[in-house]
């Protein structure tokens, strides 16, 4: 497997219209979708596929639909975040052993670790794994923030190969490359467009369930052709749809605007609510402008 590099989906997980289940069907004819559509890379069981919110068994369900359709197209690295660190090892080697390329793994979300506990916590999924780690910085979402220095010392641990930023702050991708060289690819995770001119070499994409060819020609714009008088033009044909998929609607927005182009993924999990009635005429305008191929049933 080539370095990770490109756009990557963070994929939603579609569910029967009940909430009850994992709706496999419409998983497998999403994975399509965004190989179809030129996306680089896929990654179930991010926050966007609402992994705090499937059993153990759908997990594995997710796991094997993914890695099973994309067969080896693209990579896929499968989110194994946890809040316990012998879960976090236990999920890993569970997503290397059902075939993922590599993991994607969130800091634990509720015990505010220090820089040696993260040290600890990830070094001990890399002791008991033999594929690429991408750790994942989300302070709003992980409670704990991983500065550039603390990104520095995990990136000597030989495993953590990648880092999601997903701060606003875009000088980070900076300070990461400069602390970290060549031991550490800066994928960004909000900041895409901003990022891939600072050096980031590729973007985990929420937007991208919904766009992928646009997404990933976003990727190849700026960081293949350094072009960014094209970049820009891509950028702000999308623009809008990144407000709907972003903040606290990014998964509901994200469903919505699926359902929109052919795809019904059911509804996001308690406590997320799907999108209000009174706000679907916009995002379906937003979604109309862009001219998107659809999802065929």
Known sequence: M???RGTYTVLVTPFTADGGAVDVAALKRLVEYQIREGVHGLVPLGSTGEFLSLTREERQQVIETVVGTAAGRVPVLVGTGAEYTPHAVEYSREAEAMGADGLMIIPPFYSVPTAE????HYKAVADRTAIPIMIYNNPNAANVDMLPETVARLSEIE????IKESTLDVTRVRDIIRLCGD???VFAGVLGYESFFLGAQGWVAVCSNVAPRI??????ACADRNDPAEARAIHQRMVDLLWWVGGPRYVAGTKAA???IGLDCGPPRP???PLPEAMRPELQRVVAALDLPGIAA
């Not at 506990?117 to 600890?120: P, Q, S």
Request: aromatic content about 16%.
């Open 2 to 4: 080539h370095p990770f």
């Open 117 to 120: 506990e993260l040290y600890v």
């Open 159 to 162: 495993a953590v190969q990648y």
């Open 183 to 185: 031991r550490l690819t």
């Open 215 to 220: 997404s990933a020609e976003l990727f190849n």
């Open 258 to 260: 699926l359902g929109m």
């Open 271 to 273: 406590p997320r609510l």
